[in-house]
Structures are given as C-alpha cells and as structure tokens.
C-alpha cells in the first residue's frame, strides 16, 4: 500500500535549469496538490487538480506548471529553476468526502535546492 | 479569504507535562479547522479537525482541540506528553467550500525533553 509516492526526494540544480517533480497516488484519489514548505512560513499551495484534465493554481503558482493526464500522476514542473524556488515540496492527494472535509494524503517530500 | 497564525515557533515541555498549541484564524465565512503533525523526515498526517458541532475535537494520539467562535481560535492541547510526540504541528483553515485551498500556519515545533 504505497499511498503518495513523491521522487526524487533530493535533488540539486543550478539556475536556469529545469526539472520535475514526480507524484503518484495509487489509492485512485480525485484531488492532488502541491505544496512548498519553508521555515516560518508553513505550507503554501502551489497548484491543485480536483481530476484528470482540470488543474487550478493555489497562492504561489509562478514559476511551476503542471498537468494532470491521469489520475495517478500529478508532475510539477519548474521550467527555469531560481534560488527562491529553493524548498521542500509535498504532494497530496484525496478523496471527495476528504475534501471536504480537510483529509489530505501527503508523500514524504522532495528536498530541492537551487543554486 | 482565510489566514491562520500560530502564536508560538517552538515549544519546549518536560515528558509527561500538559502541552497547548495555539492557533488563531481569521476569516469572513465559516470555517474547518485542522491540525496536522509532521515527524522528523515525514509527511504530514491529520491529527484531529473540526467541521461542525460539539466544539471540542479529540484526535488521535491523546490530543484535542476546542473551537472557540468568540476568539477565533482552535487551540490543541494534551494532558501529558510522551517523546515521542515530538513534531512539528500545524494548524490549518478551509472555508466549507471544501479543502481545494486549505491554508495552513507557520507550524510550531514541539520538543519534549526527558
């Protein structure tokens, strides 16, 4: 029972480069999202899915696109890395009566630094 | 549009000490309210939340929550903590429109020393 399965956990780029992030889910989940992690700053919603072809921003969307072909996979895509975008990065993922009501899945995390 | 403060970074208590978590939320609408917890080099999990009805919330792993409408706040709380409670908690808000846009805290990191 993997749940949400999030790769690579580290990665390091230089500016200007650009990368993706993987997110599977295998527990058929409508709704996945992405958020990035930093000190003091809590969780911040990048981009969300409610299903397979619709895709909706979140509060720091610039930067990072997405798409969603399927309803396992949900890649975020950092067209041309900067410094800022240094953070962790969780995907999630739920149900409709999840959310609902609050309930979100989360991977482990992808560490990535830019510099 | 909804905002969530946590009123402490850190909080340090002795194992087997009552531990309370403060979280305030500011919003125009009515709300749900969570608290999710993050171990070391883990994901968050849902620890407890509060859609509707009796105000306050037991969760898993002995904590509880009290919604207070008056002072916008959901404050967690544990009578005695265990190390292993160790984490970093957030709270989060979402109006009842669901949680596509759940927003969350700035977390607060608990340390429970021997």
């Known amino acids: 029972n993997a749940g949400v399965t999030q790769t690579p956990k580290f990665q390091v780029l230089k500016t200007g480069q650009s990368m993706t992030l993987q997110c599977a889910q295998d527990?058929?989940?409508?709704?996945m999202s992405w958020y990035r992690q930093d000190p003091g700053m809590g969780l911040r919603l990048i981009h969300y899915s409610v299903g397979a072809g619709i895709t909706d921003q979140g509060e720091v969307p610039n930067g990072y696109n997405v798409s969603r072909s399927t309803t396992e996979d949900f890649p975020l895509r950092l067209l041309s890395a900067a410094p800022s975008q240094t953070s962790v990065y969780f995907c999630?993922?739920?149900?409709?009566?999840?959310?609902?009501?609050?309930?979100?899945?989360f991977g482990e995390g992808s560490r990535l630094t830019v510099l | 549009a909804q905002s969530v403060t946590q009123l402490d970074s850190q909080v340090p208590v002795f194992e087997e000490a009552p531990v309370e978590l403060r979280c305030n939320y500011s919003s125009s609408v009515s709300v749900y309210l969570f608290w999710y917890v993050q171990y070391p080099n883990q994901g968050l999990q849902l620890l407890l939340k509060y859609l509707s009805g009796s105000t306050l919330v037991k969760g898993i792993n002995g904590f509880e929550a009290e919604f207070n409408k008056s002072q916008t706040s959901f404050h967690l709380r544990k009578p005695s903590v265990h190390i292993s409670d160790t984490a970093e908690y957030f709270c989060a808000v979402s109006d009842i429109q669901g949680a596509q846009k759940l927003v969350f805290g700035q977390g607060t990191r608990l340390t429970i020393n021997p």
């Open positions: 999630a993922s739920s149900y409709p009566e999840g959310i609902n009501t609050g309930e979100l899945f």
């Open positions: 527990m058929n989940h409508e709704y």
